[in-house]
């Protein structure tokens, strides 16, 4: 298995591994709060990666052993300008998905 598929198969683990955070940190407590359970359990680590894990994922799965390399510039130490560009982009969705995660928690009454 050459660089580029390994790096495409990692991207398949981190999407399949978030969808599993996400069921484990969003979904099932969310599914619990809709019943109108007392108390539920957010884990903001968990949210935090369950959304992290699939855009990073996404980005391996199809860029590849290029996508990989913007990223880490394994040969300059340093990352490229389209690395920063995948960074942001990530960290931009990421926030902005759990902003509403919160926000949707606390509109049923929870606090986070």
């Known amino acids: 298995m050459n660089q580029d598929q390994k790096s ?3 991207g398949m ?6 969808a599993l955070l996400g069921y484990l940190s969003i979904w099932k407590p969310y599914n ?6 007392q108390t539920i359990q957010l884990n903001r680590t968990g949210i935090a990666l369950a959304i992290l894990f699939p855009l990073m994922g996404v980005i391996l799965a199809i860029g590849g052993e290029a996508a990989s390399n913007h990223i880490k510039a394994q040969t300059t130490g340093k990352k490229t300008k389209l690395g920063w560009v995948y960074i942001a982009i990530i960290a931009a969705i990421a926030l902005g998905v759990h902003w509403v995660v919160e926000t949707r928690f606390e509109s049923l009454g929870y606090t986070v």
């Open 13 to 18: 683990f981190l999407i399949v591994g978030g």
């Open 8 to 10: 495409r198969v990692g």
């Open 32 to 37: 619990e709060a809709l019943t109108g359970s």
